[in-house]
């Protein structure tokens, strides 16, 4: 049996932004109770330094994969580099307090295998293999003016049809993908495809959506544009990601379908900061402009109409140490319980892991200790790693 308490602590209920007092126990990577004595005299403890205990993180926009911005250098480069890089990029996510990842744009079998297994540090990573994209959709690396014959398919794969579509989906399923990502719209990166015009057509996206659905499982969406997010949600998809350029109408029909808003914020403040410093091509510093402010006003939009938002950041390259601004983004728009709840519960939710996102008896415990309570010191929520300690199944992993 191994044990732990984390003592001189408060309890943040993400819930309610009640706090309650520890300590927090644990045992063997679960939470045994909360309140009373330390634990016996064989469990290790953690001071928290009068801080606040609040449940650890999950970002369900993260790219393990994504080591390159430029498309088709990333899928050019071959799986063991892109592996090893990947493997750097889940620790650090980890260090910073995210507990649990997904990934919507790549990973495989054999990397959830050396987490399972202990070979990495890592969060809990919920990964979906390569997106799947139409010819010329935003899952194309291709420039428009040359004939390239790659690639790997690290973050993606061009299929097309709906009976490539259903093996392609199969197949991911069959190798343990924990949901499906489709490209329903242009993006920022890709060099062909307008950002409005919504991909796929309605029979593709349907038989996506009906094969995970008869698996138990979902399908997560790139798309921006009102035309595209309602041509996703009809057709079955259960997650938009971005959805930048929303409408209220849009709004409504995604509340109206249960459809849940992972933002990603992070990535246009960064790359509008830094495009030009890592080699942005002109055409994507353009397109990233046409959706950075309309990001936040998307967020208003959701909430208003009632739609579940989660929290995601969508970092390549070198842009992943912007995660934690990524939550500093969403609480000057959403304020920081409701940020909290969104990085979560509702994130835990739209994975169907219930059991994360909290801190309660008998839940995994993951946990994030921070010096300060978030609700009252938000700036504590992306501060540097003095301020925080964070446990990942019942043991310390930073801090």
Known sequence: MTALSVVDVGVLDVATGAVTDGPVHVVDGVVAGIG?????????????????????LIDAHFHAYGVELDMVRLETWPLSYVALRGARRLEAALRRGFTTVRDPAGGDAGLAA??????IAAPRYLWTGPALSQTG???????????????????????????ALRVAVRDRFRRGAHAIKIMTSGGVVSLTDPIRIPQYSPEEVSAVTGEAARRGSYVAAHAYSPEAIRHSVENGVRSIEHGNLLDAATAALMAEHGAFLVPTLATYDA??????????????????????????????????????????????GELESEQLEGLRLQVEVEGPLATLQAATTVNAALIGRPDLGVVREGAPADLLVLDANPVEDPAVLWAGPDRRTVVHAGRVVAG
């Open 36 to 56: 009373g004595s330390a634990g016996g005299g064989s469990a290790t403890v953690v001071s928290g330094r009068g801080g606040v205990v609040v449940p650890g």
């Open 114 to 119: 050396a987490i399972d297994r202990g070979v």
């Open 137 to 163: 959709g935003h899952g194309d690396p291709r420039p428009g003016d040359g004939d390239l014959q790659c690639c790997h398919h690290h973050a993606t794969e061009v299929v097309d049809g709906v009976d």
């Open 271 to 316: 790359m509008d900061r830094r495009g030009e410093e890592i080699g942005m091509a002109a055409v994507s510093r353009a397109k990233n402009r046409e959706v950075l402010e309309s990001g936040r006003h998307a967020v208003e939009l959701a909430r208003a109409a009632g739609v579940r938002i989660g929290f995601g950041t969508d970092l390549m």
